[in-house]
């Protein structure tokens, strides 16, 4: 009889192989079902469910959570229950599903995850780290690729690094700057809560035409509005950064304070004209670098700004403290806490947010926490990438 909890009684087509406590032989539960041919769904509900509740309780992190991605992926029936067996990152600060980097990550403490960037192709990977080493072999999460246009640079965000093309239903969103680098916008590829309006373009005129794709997988909705101040003075200091969350409402950082969150990606079909969005064409002029409302929303948007360093004497130098995160001064470091644009700061404007900074020369450390998740912290590093001669 397994240990798990309930009594059951042997049932008649059940090899007796299967009736064990060892836990050994309930992680290679799917791969015995398959050399057995036992069929799944003959397995009782509350056996199954128990069984796959002390999967996901016994492994807590990579590289051993790849079981429980794999007992998703046995059937139906496994799916479902694992989607509700696997809790939010808000919660656990686990990141199971491939869904989970456009989720928020934990309220109480950062996701510790590093960017490693290849200068000649111009594409940065992100990591989430395994170990408490600042850059370790890691678990792969995004990509990014860079592209120069004439007035505008695009970063394409992927859950692939070998699919960069926003064609690729890999696509997630990108990063989008203006001509001096001081301006970004973070766009998805799909609407982060009901109500989100697409940025239009001349590409969504093509609809009609049969010379597009029957499918393609996103549209541009902005999410993000990013800023750096402009350094008329030339005086030292690290770069001042402005971030507007048009996605997240101020209240999310409160204790009862609730963020947009994504369950599953969308897949567009051409009958719609959020599927043409992504089709190359003279677009920037219609994607504004304005942050857009929040719609159904009462509440003002989430803007996150630099914390403030201190300037250290005996160094000559201006300090944040990483917590041993960073270990190479750069002007990219930075970090992020909730701006208190109406009313007094409490304690949770001086929580850190996003913290992103140098570790080796193609090595970023970049860690982050409730209410923003992987992809948009990602794109707001992103960012930082760029030379912004104007603004140093």
């Not at 950064?241 to 101020?250: G, I, Q, R, W």
């Amino acid at each position: 009889m397994w240990d798990v909890g309930v009594t059951l009684q042997p049932h008649p087509e059940f090899p007796p192989y299967l009736l064990l406590s060892d836990q050994q032989r309930l992680l290679s539960l799917k791969h015995l079902s398959f050399s057995y041919n036992f069929p799944l769904n003959y397995m009782p509900e509350e056996l199954l469910r128990e069984v796959l509740v002390r999967i996901e309780a016994s492994e807590k992190d990579w590289p051993m959570r790849k079981t429980v991605v794999a007992c998703a992926g046995v059937c139906k029936s496994w799916r479902c229950i694992m989607k509700e067996v696997v809790k939010l990152p808000e919660l656990t600060g686990n990141l199971t599903f491939p869904i989970a980097i456009k989720q928020p990550g934990p309220r109480e403490s950062l996701i510790r995850c590093f960017i490693k960037r290849n200068r000649s192709t111009h594409v940065y990977h992100l990591f989430l780290n395994l170990t408490q080493a600042l850059a370790d072999s890691g678990k792969f999460l995004l990509a990014a690729q860079k592209f120069r246009r004439a007035t505008v640079t695009d970063y394409i965000i992927s859950l692939h690094g070998d699919e960069m093309s926003k064609g690729s239903s890999k696509y997630i969103g990108k990063l989008r700057s203006n001509f001096l680098g001081t301006k970004f916008v973070i766009y998805d590829a799909q609407p982060s809560h009901a109500g989100d309006k697409m940025t239009k373009s001349r590409s969504t005129r093509l609809v009609a035409s049969k010379q597009v794709l029957p499918v393609v997988p996103a549209g541009n909705y902005p999410v993000a509005h990013i800023s750096y101040e402009l350094n008329m003075l030339g005086s030292r200091g690290p770069r001042r950064m402005h971030c507007t969350m048009d996605a997240v409402p101020a209240s999310a950082i409160k204790r009862d304070g609730v963020a947009p969150l994504q369950t599953e990606f969308q897949h567009s079909s051409a009958e719609t004209p959020s599927s043409f969005s992504f089709f190359r064409s003279k677009s920037s002029r219609m994607e504004k670098f304005l942050p857009v409302p929040l719609n159904g929303q009462k509440d003002a948007h989430l803007i996150l700004k630099n914390k403030s360093p201190r300037w250290h004497e005996q160094l000559q130098c201006w300090c944040l403290n990483f917590h041993g995160r960073v270990t190479v001064a750069s002007v990219k470091n930075f970090q992020l806490v909730a701006s208190a644009e109406e009313g007094e700061a409490g304690p949770e404007h001086e929580k850190v947010i996003i913290q992103f900074g140098k570790v080796g020369k193609d090595v970023f450390t970049m860690d982050y926490r409730y209410p923003i998740s992987a992809f948009q912290a990602f794109a707001i590093c992103l960012s930082s990438f760029d030379t912004k001669i104007a603004c140093e």
